[in-house]
Structure formats: C-alpha cells, structure tokens
C-alpha cells in the first residue's frame, strides 16, 4: 500500500468482553499487523450506556473523584463521576449504569419494582459540591425503572404519599404511590446547574410504546408488574405536572432508562440528546475523519435495533457523509443486519462477524480481542476478509 494512509478506529464496547478503549486497541494492534506504517486514531465510543464516561474523557484532563453510593437494590456500591475543571467553571460526567445498572443485579434478583435510582442522584450531588456547573448524564443499562424518583429525591425533591407521609427512596413500585411532590429544596440545589442527558432511546414515558411495556421485562418484570409499572410512570406524570412541571411524557426519549429522562428533564430542565450524537460531536468526530482512508467501528451484536440510535452505527453515518469508506466489526449479527450495509443505504461497505462460526460464546468472550485483532488485520490485507463489499484502502 503506497504512502501513508489514516484510519480511524472508532468502537462501541463488546458486551461482556471488551471496553471500546480495548476494542480500538485490538483493531489498532490488527491495522499495525498489516500495515506498520498507517496513522491510526483509537476513539472508544458510546450511546449513553458502558463506557459512556470512557468515551467522553479519553485522553482529556478529567480527574475520576470516587464515591460509595446506594446501589439499584439499595446495597452500597463504589462508583465515581468524572470532573473536569474548566476556566469558568467544572464540568462532571456521570454514567447511570455504575450506580444503577442492570449488570451490578444477579439475573434471578432482577426486579423494576424493587430498584431505585438514589445513588445516581448521589453521585450529582456530590459533582455539584465539587463544583460541576455542567452535569452530563449517561443513562444507557438501567435496572430500574422510577422515573428517576429516585434520582430526585437524592437532590432534595421530597416526595409524598396520601398521608403527607415522605417516600424516602422512591423504587418502581412506589411511583404509584406519590401523592404530592415538592420539587423546591431540589430547585434550590440545582440552581445555575445545566444537565444534558443522553438518550439510547426515542420510547415515551408511558403507553404502548412506553418504558414499562418495552423494557421492563428486560429487567426482569413479569407481565403483571409491567402494568403496575405503567401505571405507576402515569401516575408520576400527573403529580409532575401539578407541581408545576411542563415536559411533555410523550416527548420522544422521555421514557429513557425507565423515564429518568422524563425526571430530570422535569425538575431540572434537563436538556435530551441522542447519546451517540453527543459522544460524537464531543468527540470532534467530524473533524476525526477528515482525510481518513477508512473507519473500523463495531459493537457485540449488529441487527437492526443498531441502526436506531447506537454509537457504532452513528459513526458510520458521519464517515458515510463525509465520503470515508467504513467496516464494522462486530461479535454477531441477528435479524437485520443487512439493513447497515451500503448497498441497502447504510454506511457500511461490510459488517463482518468476528466469531468464527460453531465457536461457543464463553470461548469467544475469551477470545474477543484476539479475534478482532485478526478480523482487523484481514480487512485492511490485500484481498480483504469476506463479506459483501469491496476491501479497500486508498490514499486521500
């Protein structure tokens, strides 16, 4: 390959297996193999979820300030928030799934009703003592599904029931119970604070569609529970709006992480975007890609749910507008897959599994960064790996 060639490696964290940071390494170790001499960009993605602050603080000047805070079942977890002191004033990065994630529950103890998402509302708190003016918020991996009561309550917010009794650490099942919510001590703390959420999903907060009905059983609710649920994030809705709140529960992304959207953008006049946009362009992605030759993204599992919002999708839609041919590498595919490819209207010139097939899944989880080291390798070789699509490199 004539002159010197840039590639970006751009990639979404593989569940179970490899952070984005270490599956841009492994891809980058896979270009070098093949090609010494190439400018490689390593850039760890996210859509809101794992590795949401990985993303956002790669190579910056954040300091990591850890804290033991409540986690989704109430137990003590160690999490943290990462705090970037700016000229003017401190920004924090703060992800849901470290203090409320559906991965710190065994699955047999999974259960929406019974999780909280206080230790969330912890770890903000603590950002604004240190000095955070700007709160971005991560909300991707959720056990819970409160409508970040919880969160809430943690700020200050009091919430009441029938009896003017305090509900002290609001859970799912409690949401149906708030009669009264008194917003102003939380107003009081969050004053000249700007929180931005990121968004994995478009869902509303309640209805057919909505948080409960769509992923409530993925966190472990039954049918029954998902009703109580649904009518519970109803509930919140209506005591939101007589306290004075004007978010629209229908807006799309209000029913983010079990409505932590609808929450905090309720009381705290929370800006939502789209996770992987937000990664992105704090990222300077566009700029990323001028003069690449070509970006190597990827994720667990490409279907067609990764064209909806995910990160490694996303990236290949910037490198796709800007002319940069672009290569997923991904753990599996499933149902759709094909949807992500250039000659359906997606960005990707190939989407190749890495997993050899008739490999079990425990021996892949062990194998993931030597696999993708070696897909990367082939994809970036004369003659390329196998897929749809031409294998190409070119100068720019």
């Known amino acids: 390959m004539p002159g010197r060639v840039r590639i970006v490696a751009a990639s979404d964290a593989f569940k179970d297996c490899l952070t984005g940071a270490e599956a841009c390494a492994a891809a980058a170790r896979g270009v070098r193999a093949a090609h010494p001499h190439a400018e490689i960009i390593e850039r760890p993605l996210s859509d809101g979820g794992a590795g949401f602050v990985e993303a956002l603080c790669a190579g910056g000047s954040h300091r990591w300030v850890a804290r033991r805070v409540c986690g989704p079942l109430g137990e003590p977890v160690d999490a943290g928030f990462a705090l970037h002191a700016g000229p003017d004033s401190a920004s924090a990065v703060v992800q849901l799934s ?45 056990a819970t599904c409160d409508a970040g009561a919880g969160l809430l309550a943690a700020l200050g917010a009091r919430f009441l029931d029938d009896h003017g009794a305090p509900i002290e650490r609001p859970t799912g099942a409690d949401l149906i119970r708030i009669a009264r919510i008194d917003a102003s001590p939380l107003a009081a703390r969050a004053a000249g604070v700007r929180f931005t959420v990121a968004c994995d999903v478009s869902n509303p907060l309640f209805g057919p569609s909505g948080s409960a009905r769509v992923f409530a059983p993925q966190k472990g609710a039954d049918p029954a529970q998902v009703e109580r649920l649904d009518a519970g994030l109803r509930n919140f809705a209506r005591r939101a709006a007589e306290a004075g709140a004007t978010f629209a529960p229908e807006t799309p992304g209000a029913g983010a992480a079990g409505g932590v959207s609808f929450g905090l953008a309720s009381f705290c006049a929370a800006a939502l975007r789209p996770g992987a946009e937000l990664v992105l362009d704090a990222l300077g992605f566009d700029e990323l890609l001028k003069g690449a030759s070509l970006l190597i993204t990827g994720e667990g599992r490409f279907d067609a749910t990764s064209l909806s919002g995910k990160a490694a999708f996303a990236a290949g839609m910037r490198a796709r507008r800007a002319g940069v041919p672009a290569i997923a590498l991904v753990g599996a595919t499933g149902q759709g897959w094909e949807a992500g490819l250039t000659s359906r209207a997606g960005p990707f010139e190939r989407i190749v599994p890495i997993t050899p097939a008739g490999m079990p899944y425990e021996d892949a989880l062990r194998a993931a960064s030597r696999l993708l080291e070696e897909a990367a390798a082939r994809v970036v070789s004369p003659g390329g790996a196998p897929g749809p699509g031409p294998s190409r490199i070119a100068d720019r």
């Open 98 to 142: 470290d203090a409320a994630g559906l991965a710190l529950i065994p699955r047999s103890e999974r259960n929406p009703e019974q999780t909280t998402t206080f230790g969330v509302g912890e770890l903000i708190g603590a950002a604004i003592e240190a000095g955070a003016r700007e709160v971005l918020l991560g909300i991707g991996n959720s």
